[in-house]
């Protein structure tokens, strides 16, 4: 095989398996967003800044939606003892959809000190869109029940979403590529709460698999994908260079 014909084997081997890579932009966008609650408690009023990442997992019909702080939030004048702090939350829903869905999850699993913050446990709940596009889930208004009392708290610093999802409503075809907002980092949390509900529906608990897997997945069979037309054109240089001799 002359030079020029190598190369151009090389070429179409190497745009194959760039083809595929691409196939793998994943499908969501999760950021981390400075959240600044102002809370209303028994004892007065009381704010905090928590970063919160907001991730989502898709399977079926369905997506789990999983909210994470990463600093506490508000606090107590006593100690709350194991399981008294009770938290849920709400996620607004914008772009494809509107409205809100809750979020909810396990009591405190230990002792929480006096006037300490108080770490909220990753809440989460399930959404089932109505229509297919991108959909994005911003903070809202966290509630903390505690020793037969209720503190809310709100954002006031009109945070940005803290996730972008591209979804695909039951019957419907995806709206488009994914994405996200500017702010933050993508963040990492996956732990399952109660199941929440949603303006577009409640199902089931998900199973844990992220859009990150698909990417080094198909990232994966890309390379494959390469090696393997590198192979071929190896091979028959190498038994064209044979006949000739």
Known sequence: MSYPKRTAALASAAALAGSVVL??????????????????TPIG?????????I??????????????????????PVELGKGAMSPSATVKLGGADSGTMAVSGPANAEAIPANTPIKIS???????PKKSGKVTFTAGILTIKALGTTTTCTPSNTPKPSLTLD??????SSGGSSGGSSSGSSGSSGSSGSSGSSQGGDAGQLPQTGPEDSAIALGTLGGTVLLAGLGGVLWVTRRNQTVRR
């Open 23 to 40: 196939l793998a932009a994943p499908a969501a966008r999760a950021d981390v967003v400075d959240v600044n609650y102002q809370c209303k």
């Open 45 to 53: 009023d009381k704010s905090a800044v928590s970063p919160i990442d």
């Open 55 to 76: 991730k989502g997992v898709k399977s079926g019909g369905g997506y789990k939606i999983t909210m994470s702080w990463q600093k506490g939030v508000s606090s107590s």
């Open 122 to 128: 990753d809440l989460s709940g399930t959404y089932t």
């Open 167 to 172: 979804v695909t409503a039951a019957g419907g």
